[in-house]
């Protein structure tokens, strides 16, 4: 079935940099689009950046524009986000998310890293 | 501060009726699709409707989806103790160019 699956979350001092992955199956990597979505805890879901699907498109929530970096291979079904200069706002679940027939809505969740951003 | 307004929180009876309303403005549901998301305690999101009004497959006919101008409303009949969970509308912001999504309404099915 439809599935993402995301890696590399975490424990990291503030300053420092994460790489979180995202492995897709189920369906053809290639022709969707890719959102990431973070929730801090207790918190409501944040809106992080967008991916097209191949790759050339890619839009950013304002506050991480900058410290963001990614890439997919569609031969290998893979995503990866690089986060720079982490701060303790950070500090969420980190989802990889679909795109539906459109780009505007999300049709598959991943069940999301942890990322926890602290001295 | 959420770009689009949903209330807090929500309750009623089982069996009953509750609408859920999502509020933005010209630059995202005006010209655009909405969509909302379940978040079950525990577990990530989960979409129920989109393009407005659409419902993916398995999704039962008890949840429906509505827009109006610059509002959206989701409502769900015949209230299931299973159906608490918070609930999130999105749309995609022209002027932010980018996904944004109500702060979240917490369902309590009393």
């Known amino acids: 079935q439809l599935q993402l699956v995301e890696s590399g979350g975490g424990v990291v001092q503030p300053g420092e940099s994460l790489r979180l992955s995202c492995a897709a199956s189920g369906f053809t990597f290639s022709n969707f689009g890719i959102h990431w979505v973070r929730q801090a805890p207790g918190k409501g879901l944040e809106w992080v950046m967008f991916i097209s699907y191949d790759g050339i498109t890619k839009n950013y929530e304002d506050s991480m524009r900058g410290r963001l970096s990614i890439s997919r291979d569609n031969s290998r079904n893979t995503l990866s986000l690089q986060m720079n200069a982490l701060t303790p706002d950070d500090t969420a679940v980190y989802y990889c998310?679909?795109?539906?027939?459109?780009?505007?809505?999300?049709?598959?969740w991943g069940k999301g890293t942890a990322v926890t951003v602290s001295s | 501060q959420s770009v689009l307004t949903q209330p807090p929180s929500v309750s009623a009876a089982p069996g009953q009726k509750v609408t859920i309303s999502c509020s933005g403005s010209t630059s995202n549901i005006g010209n655009s699709y909405v969509s909302w998301y379940q978040q079950l305690p525990g577990t990530a999101p989960k979409l129920l409707i989109y393009?407005?009004?659409k419902r993916p497959s398995g999704i039962p006919a008890r949840f429906s989806g509505s827009k109006s101008g610059t509002s959206a409303t989701l409502g769900i009949t015949g209230l299931q103790t299973g159906d608490e969970a918070d609930y999130y509308c999105g749309t995609w912001d022209f002027s932010l160019s980018g996904v944004v999504f109500g702060g979240g309404t917490k369902l309590t099915v009393l």
């Open positions: 998310a679909k795109s539906g027939s459109s780009n505007y809505y999300i049709d598959v």
């Open positions: 393009d407005n009004y």
